[in-house]
Every structure is written in C-alpha cells, then in structure tokens.
C-alpha cells in the first residue's frame, strides 16, 4: 500500500546541537526507495507503508545503537484507496 507521512525525529536528553543525529536519520531514509523532502520540522515521505514503518524502527535501532538515549518520534501516516497519495499531489 502506498502513502506518504511526515517523520519528525527528536533525540533528547544528550546534546544542545542533534545535527549529527537529523543527518544520520536523513542517510537512513535515502537508503531506502522512498522520495523524500526534508524541512525545518521533519522529513516529508512518499512510499510502501510496509516501508516507511520498517524504516522508523530501523532509525531508532541504529541510533540508540550510536548512542542516543532517548528518541521521540513523531509519524504522519496517510493511505488513500480513491488513488495514490504522492507528495506532488500535496504542493499547493
């Protein structure tokens, strides 16, 4: 099924600057047959939902393996099944 979702990824409790571990979420997310569109807040996704929830888990098992503490992730998750949700489809 496709679908397209907002990832924000909030590592807390560590460090002031979470650059390093934002860059780390956006190379995992490019690993994967996803068109992505990062922004201030987040990272736009369009892709399987089967997908995009692997790769969630996979971004929190890697950083915790690096080293973050803590993670909270925020997901946006949206299926359509009168056609296919793109995120072309969502640019005004």
Known sequence: MKATAELQVIPLGQ??????????????LQGHDFIIETHASGTNIEGNLE???????????VLHAEGSVRLVSLLKL?????KTPTLAGKRL
């Not at 460090?15 to 995992?28: A, F, N, P």
């Not at 997908?51 to 098992?61: G, N, P, S």
């Open 51 to 61: 997908d995009i929830l692997a790769a969630v888990k996979q971004i929190h098992e």
């Open 15 to 28: 460090w002031v600057s979470v650059r390093k571990e934002i860059r780390r979420v956006v190379d995992l």
């Open 78 to 82: 949206e299926t359509r099944i009168d």
